[in-house]
């Protein structure tokens, strides 16, 4: 009798221990990793964010992961910005070595639906051997271009001008 009320203590004692070493892990692998980034719009087609750039309510974003070397299309997820232009996609998994981007897909703004070549995209990495310690991975800001340029847009890049002499 003595002998089963101590495997008993033993075992109520140590089952909670055991439980909550494997808790932390498990709850990581079910942690998603979160993209984050903004879309905006570009109203002087400088190629990049100026003091005139707005961010888009309603943009599509999305996230496609590739296969390094064949290039297959193995994930893939949508978002809409919010009113800030800013944007959160959810990837459930660890994409190792699978090539990941967010990238532009539409605007909503009927003047500025062109997809800067250069600000289309952005890489992110969605593995977690890598040294990043949170699952939040934020993309560098995307932009669209305005079919025409506004008329102040040249008297405001002239503040973006470097001469040779300011290098």
Do not use: W
């Not at 997809?115 to 310690?133: C, K």
């Amino acid at each position: 009798m003595a002998k089963i009320a101590a495997i008993t203590l033993l075992v109520l004692c140590l089952l909670p221990v055991i439980t909550m070493a494997s808790r932390p892990a498990e709850k990581k692998r079910r942690q998603p990793y979160c993209v984050r980034g903004r879309v905006y719009c570009d109203p002087c087609r400088a190629g990049f964010e100026t003091s005139a750039s707005t961010f888009i309510q309603g943009a599509k974003v999305k996230v496609q992961c590739r296969h390094r070397s064949t290039q297959e299309v193995l994930y893939e997820a949508e978002a809409l910005t919010d009113d800030t232009g800013s944007y959160k996609i959810y990837v459930e998994k660890d994409q190792k070595n699978n090539v990941c981007d967010a990238m532009l897909v539409s605007s909503p703004h009927r003047k500025c639906k062109l997809a800067d070549p250069g600000r289309d995209r952005s890489r992110v990495v969605l593995t977690s051997n890598n040294g990043i310690v949170s699952n939040d991975r934020y993309a560098n800001n995307m932009g669209f271009l305005m079919d025409q340029p506004m008329n102040f847009c040249a008297q405001l890049m002239q503040q973006y001008v470097i001469n040779e002499d300011e290098v």
